[in-house]
């Protein structure tokens, strides 16, 4: 096992630590974790160090067990942190916040393990070499054993490390999401994250978690954690200041021990080879500020001189904008509310499944998702602006999701805040926003919250098709048997007498209901208006946080090559989810896996040991 030491711990000492290594990793996420143990497999005699800010992961309860995810939501977690954005205007009038993970494993410790993967076009359209779609579908595949059934092998994986599984999911009343999507014109399929498939949906819908074990598939106790390398050093609980860039190369780094931190001071730690920056869409950029490296403007104002000027660092900033409308299901349907009520005989029965790897505690209750993209007739309806971008950017690339719907079978936020039903909770995100913001330091201090401009909806388009997505969604709920009505206080307040008023009414005589005789409602101007402002009042982050050291052309804003080296430093590479340029169609923890993976093998062919690294197994 990896030596890990954590510098909150009674009698740490900075001397535990080697004064020089070979390669330092500042960031033990999803992506620093698969590089620190694809590198310590390829070359054990390598000497490696992973700084991390957050504690170790290793076996805790919320993280391993997949059913506690909503407690890395708290803001009293130990596992994530929460970052606030600046008060906006397009959200009428007030702030966003984003949870990121804030542990080893990162967001793979944190997220909601949903095994949902981009598009082809998605890595063609970041435009550099060895980063199209084709060249990425070895390390799409490389962290993965697919254990679904009818899982095409040119596009899965069959011995990675992370099993992708079902996790003995039950999905309440299958025929009944059959019959609603279908009737809405939408087949389902087998496979929904085969990398093309499109305007369709899939049930049960696959997972990061073990079909044996029940245990959350995250990066630390899959790559990091069951190394035998001696040479393998990390450090958790451990704050990186800046990267010390001598002549313009990256020599050493310096950071502050949590025992240590109140005082400020620092330590410092040589690279001999290599400094990987992987501290996410928040902390790379922050270093990298920190170091000197960045727009002047900013470095002046908090007295840092540049040493590389480097203006796209923090910029471009983007998320998926994630709605959250609620619908009552029938008394029988199989939801995790009663879990999440703390129920005893629920509980009782959790535990004793959790033995056996099953049950509440071993799933992520998501068993039914979509990904869909309007017709062009669809988007004409939109209007001309809509339109006109649907038609550059959807039209030409028949694989490309413009939201994805997914179905979670509870309520999301604190139980006593409802009514005693079963619910589902519609996350409907829109995967492409053209809305862009910005983090930058506020100030010297690397503890100290980043001035964060999350951007949501500053550009019209992404209204346009979180509309559309809203009642498209809506539609396929009012079509399923099981479906009760709506909890109105998590829908927009529609005018009174209007057809599109939340349905609360008395359950419907399941025996009568035909979804073939649901008609879609009528939308009005006041209609649209009520969904455009209960957008701006509700619409949040999805955790998927990425570009803000974007691959890219240096006079384009871009930050590093498609080596992944920073414009102007030598030694100095960054692999995370700040290096994407655009966003991707889905979930992006399986691009943050690919991006580790690829990330890996470039800096092994680049010490001399690439053949062993690409090839070999932990």
């Known amino acids: 096992m990896a030596h890990i030491s954590s510098a909150d711990k009674p009698g740490f000492s900075a001397a535990q630590i080697p004064s020089e290594v070979d390669v ?8 620093g974790c698969v590089i620190a143990g694809r590198l310590a497999a390829a070359d054990p005699s390598l000497s490696i160090l992973v700084l991390e800010a957050g504690p170790t992961n290793f076996n805790a309860p919320t993280i391993v067990r997949p059913g506690l995810y909503l407690e890395h939501q708290k803001p009293t ?27 080893l494993g990162g967001g793979s410790s944190v997220n909601f393990m949903m095994y949902t993967r981009g598009c082809l076009s998605d890595y063609d359209s970041w435009n550099t070499k060895g980063w199209e779609g084709k060249n990425m579908v070895p390390f799409l595949k490389k962290f993965e054993t697919f254990t679904l059934p009818g899982g095409a092998k040119d596009v899965h994986g069959d011995s990675g490390p992370l099993k992708i599984s079902l996790a003995g999911a039950t999905v309440p009343y299958p025929e009944d999401h059959i019959t609603a999507t279908k ?5 389902m399929v087998d496979d929904l994250n085969d990398l093309t498939t499109l305007n369709a949906y899939m049930m049960p819908w696959p997972k990061y978690i073990d079909p044996k074990t029940g245990h959350r598939q995250d990066s630390a106790h899959k790559y990091l954690h069951p190394s035998k390398s001696t040479n393998l050093h990390v450090l958790t609980d451990t704050q990186v200041d800046k990267v010390i860039i001598k002549d313009g190369k990256a020599v050493a780094v310096e950071y502050i021990p949590k025992s240590s931190q109140p005082d400020g001071k620092r330590q410092m730690v040589r690279a001999r080879k290599l400094v990987v920056l992987s501290g996410g869409a928040f902390g790379t950029c922050g270093i990298l500020e920190r170091s000197g490296v ?32 609620v619908f009552k299901m029938a008394d029988d349907f199989d939801s995790h509310d009663e879990f999440h009520r703390r129920e005893p005989g629920v509980m009782a029965r959790a535990e004793a499944d959790w033995k056996q790897g099953k049950g509440k505690y071993a799933d992520n209750f998501v ?12 988007a004409a309806a939109l209007g001309p602006e809509y339109s006109a971008y649907h038609a550059a950017e959807f039209v030409p690339y028949p694989d490309k ?37 910005s983090v930058h330091i506020s100030s010297t201090d690397p503890g100290a919250h980043p001035d964060f401009d999350a951007g949501f909806l500053s550009n019209p388009i992404d209204m346009h098709v979180l509309k559309w997505a809203y009642k498209r969604s809506r539609e396929v709920l009012r079509r399923m048997q099981s479906y009760r009505g709506e909890m109105a206080v998590t829908h927009p307040q529609f005018p009174a007498g209007s057809a599109a008023v939340a349905d609360e009414r008395p359950a419907r005589p399941a025996t009568t209901f035909d979804p073939k005789a649901v008609t879609d409602i009528v939308y009005h101007p006041a209609d649209d208006a ?36 920073v414009y102007g ?4 590479k960054i692999v995370d989810m700040s290096i994407c340029p655009s966003n991707v169609g889905g979930n992006v923890n399986s691009t943050a896996f690919a991006i580790g993976e690829k990330g890996a093998s470039i800096i092994a062919e680049m010490l001399g040991c690439g053949g062993q690294a690409v090839r070999g197994r932990l």
Request: aromatic letters at 8%; glycine letters at 14%; charged letters at 20%.
């Open 530 to 565: 009520a969904i455009e402002k209960w957008i701006r009042d509700t619409v949040q982050t999805t955790w998927h946080s990425l570009g803000t050291c974007a691959m890219k052309p240096r006079a384009a804003g871009g930050v590093v090559d498609g080596n992944l080296d």
């Open 24 to 31: 330092i990793i500042c960031g033990g996420g999803t992506a």
């Open 183 to 187: 009737t809405m014109g939408y087949e």
């Open 77 to 103: 977690n130990p596992f994530s942190r929460t970052f606030t954005g600046k008060v906006s205007d397009y959200l009428g009038g007030r702030t966003t916040t984003v949870v990121a993970g804030r542990t």
């Open 367 to 378: 068993q039914f998702a979509g990904k869909l993209t309007p017709s062009v007739a669809e």
């Open 569 to 572: 430093v030598r030694g100095l």
């Open 401 to 437: 999701p413009a939201i994805e719907s997914v179905h979670i079978n509870a309520f999301l936020g604190p139980q006593e805040l409802m009514p005693r039903y079963n619910y589902i909770t519609a996350g409907i995100f829109a995967n492409y926003p053209v809305s862009r913001g």
């Open 294 to 325: 960045g727009k002047p403007e900013i470095l002046k104002k908090h007295g840092i001189k540049t040493v590389v000027d480097l203006p796209g660092v923090g910029e471009n900033y983007q998320d998926h904008n994630l709605i959250l409308p």
